[in-house]
């Protein structure tokens, strides 16, 4: 019977570059591969993505498996687990990580399923034990208010890690490797899905995975019209606009605001967070940041345990008496 | 259209992070006190949906739960909502499962109901936040999956979904029979009113015992599990909160502001 060897990671391609979660997952995954003496592959889907397996093994591959079909431009469940399947079952490996990123909800679970393994999704940490050298994986569970560590032994093991948790290694263009491809063989009658349209309603202007400043509203803001005196702190300061959930879904910020468990994991510089109560699932998506300030008119908010400065009063005479204050230090 | 809605009990995840309590010899959340369980909220989004496709298409709303000593009150919320048949797997040999365990009892109980187009889940559960079981149920039976939606609709005989995407969302087609699981950005969920209230005092629920769905009692709950739990914690959060003050809100704004230049923050 074949053994399961080598760690293996799912590499995301976005607008004809290399994901950033796929860097950080190739760096967790050497990490994994140096403790149990093994390789680490990467594996690339999609189309027109051939070109982009080099950069895998600069970012600390030592082989990359491509499928490219132009079946496979867009992401459709039956075509890349039936593919994922394809290649796990060809290559083996020990482990298998993904990241916890819109794909990643959607084919890890799916995929652990039809390889009949089990798969630990948000992972933050991820170690081998030294005595069963199997994968640890801790994951935050109960909205982030707890942590669990799970184990088990069927194969692959597979993970999800959460964005920014992970580090990447240090880009070596000089790196080699092995570049391998595989036909995806799909037949098309198999895929029951059909993507009709896809819509990108991002925000011009700083991302907010890449902002260094962020000014992030709350329920306590009441109004997408109160967002307004965040926006011109954020441009006072130079950083981005965020929101906790309930704003972006009660459509008074657009949704891709929503920082959270379920929304973007941020990790700058500064968080500013506004009329924010705290709440595990918020502090899941920015407890990253370096600086968190908290401004709150209950001081038994939650925030207020999470944060390293705040106030508490009225955002309505806070805000504006703050944001003018910052630009007279800033010589604005 | 008929429509199955997975619909989990669970302690409150809005009640105060400070009630949260782990116990740590037996990896396990202690319950808020006075604080009773709830739907977990994006099942509750998940029987949203369900509801908004009865009121468009006609057809059945059928909520499944499972677990063990469910309570009544509790899981009864989907018919007060406006469902219209509760069947639970209600045994101790249900409870305590993981998302593989789960999502085949689940799916046998699915298979058991016999006639859907549709089976509806919250896209992670408020407790455990693994969300697979949705993609577990669905493979499991050999069907076509979305997960994360936030709009279904359904034309000639299709569904049509919009999934949340990192930065906005896509519209997919897919085929019936479907297992799609739900996000927040559906919307609100409906309030009970008197009328279901009534009607889901009244409604007793179909009540299945492992026996009944066709499986041992080794393959599900904690005793089928695929995943070991080796600790459950709670972090500790370092670092105190300076909170600043004044004599106004903006002579506190401006101390803040003036703090955080003194730290080299600003």
Same mark, same amino acid.
């Given at each position: ?10 590499? @995301? ?19 994994? /591969?140096?403790?149990?003496? %093994? ?60 990241? %916890? ?76 490797? =092995?570049?391998?491809?595989? =036909?995806? $063989? ?22 907010? @995975?890449?902002? @260094? ?10 109004? $997408?019209? *109160?967002?307004?005196?965040?926006? @011109? ?5 130079? $950083? ?19 920082? $959270? ?17 705290? /709440?595990? %699932? ?13 401004? *709150?008119?209950?001081? =038994? ?32 | ?10 302690? +409150? #995840?809005?009640? #105060? ?15 808020? #006190?006075?604080? #009773? ?26 909520? &499944? ?18 469902? +219209?048949? &509760? ?39 408020? +407790? ?14 050999? &069907? ?25 969302? !896509? ?13 927040? !950005? ?29 499986? +041992? ?24 909160? !300076? ?7 903006? !002579? ?15």
């Amino acid at each position: 019977m074949a053994e399961y060897k080598g760690v293996m990671i799912y590499g @995301e391609v976005k607008e004809g570059k290399l994901a950033p979660i796929t860097a950080e997952i190739l760096g967790c995954g050497r990490k994994l /591969a140096n403790d149990l003496g %093994q390789d680490l592959c990467a594996v690339l889907v999609g189309s027109g993505i051939n070109d982009l397996a080099q950069e895998a093994i600069a970012f600390g591959a030592d082989k990359v498996y491509v499928v490219d079909d132009p079946l496979l431009k867009d992401y459709q469940t039956d075509s890349y687990v039936a593919v994922m399947e394809k290649v796990v079952k060809q290559v083996m490996p020990q482990i298998l990580l993904l990241g %916890q990123t819109s794909i990643g909800r959607d084919l890890a679970p799916r995929l652990a399923f039809r390889l009949e393994t089990a798969v630990s999704m948000d992972c933050l940490e991820l170690a081998i034990d030294p005595d069963s050298k199997l994968m640890l994986q801790t994951r935050p569970v109960y909205g982030g208010n707890a942590q669990a560590i799970y184990s088990y032994d069927s194969h692959p093991q597979m993970a999800t890690v959460r964005a920014k948790a992970m580090s990447p290694l240090e880009r070596d263009a000089s790196r080699k490797g =092995e570049v391998t491809t595989i =036909e995806a $063989g799909i037949d098309p009658s198999t895929i029951r899905t059909k993507v009709l349209n896809k819509v990108s309603q991002e925000v011009a202007g700083i991302k907010l @995975e890449d902002a @260094e400043i962020i000014v992030s509203g709350g329920r306590g803001m009441g109004s $997408g019209d *109160n967002f307004k005196p965040l926006e @011109e702190l954020a441009k006072a300061l130079g $950083g981005a606009v965020g929101s906790s959930r309930p704003p972006a879904d009660n459509g008074w910020v657009p949704e891709a605001y929503h920082i $959270g468990l379920t929304g973007k994991v941020v990790a700058p510089n500064i968080y500013i967070a506004v009329g924010i109560s705290g /709440a595990s %699932q918020h502090l899941s998506g920015c407890s990253g940041s370096k600086h968190i300030i908290a401004i *709150n008119k209950d001081p =038994e908010a939650n925030i207020f345990r999470a944060a390293e400065f705040g106030v508490v009063g009225d955002w309505k005479q806070l805000i504006p008496a703050f944001t003018n204050k910052v630009k007279e230090l800033l010589g604005k | 259209m008929n429509v199955i809605v997975c619909v989990k009990q669970i302690n +409150d #995840p809005e009640a #105060p992070p400070s009630s949260f309590k782990v116990d740590s010899a037996t990896n396990k959340v202690v319950p808020p #006190p006075g604080v #009773p369980p709830v739907i977990s909220p994006y099942d509750e989004q998940a029987v949203e949906a369900a509801l908004r496709i009865k009121d468009a298409q006609g057809g059945k709303v059928t909520a &499944l739960s499972m677990g063990a000593n469910l309570t009544r009150d509790v899981v009864k919320k989907p018919l007060a909502m406006g469902a +219209d048949e &509760l069947v639970l797997l209600d045994d101790e040999a249900f409870a305590e499962g993981d998302s593989w365990s789960t999502a085949y009892a689940l799916a046998m109980a699915i298979k058991k109901i016999g006639e859907y187009d549709l089976v509806f889940c919250g896209r992670q559960a408020g +407790d455990w936040d693994a969300g697979q079981v949705g993609s577990g149920i669905a493979e499991i039976l050999g &069907l076509p999956s979305i997960t994360i939606a936030r709009k279904i609709d359904i034309t000639d005989g299709k569904a049509k979904v919009e999934r949340v995407t990192a930065d906005g969302y !896509e519209v997919v087609e897919i085929s019936l029979p479907a297992v799609i699981t739900v996000t927040s !950005e559906l919307g609100e969920p409906r309030y009970p009113n008197i009328k279901g209230i009534m009607a889901a005092k009244r409604k007793e629920p179909t009540i299945w015992k492992p026996a009944d769905i066709g499986v +041992d009692p080794s393959q599900i709950g904690n005793t089928g599990r695929r995943t070991k739990l080796m600790k459950l914690f709670q972090p500790i959060r370092e670092g105190e909160c !300076e909170i600043v003050g004044g004599e106004s809100p903006e !002579e506190a704004a401006a101390n803040l502001a003036l703090k955080l230049r003194e730290a080299k923050i600003l």
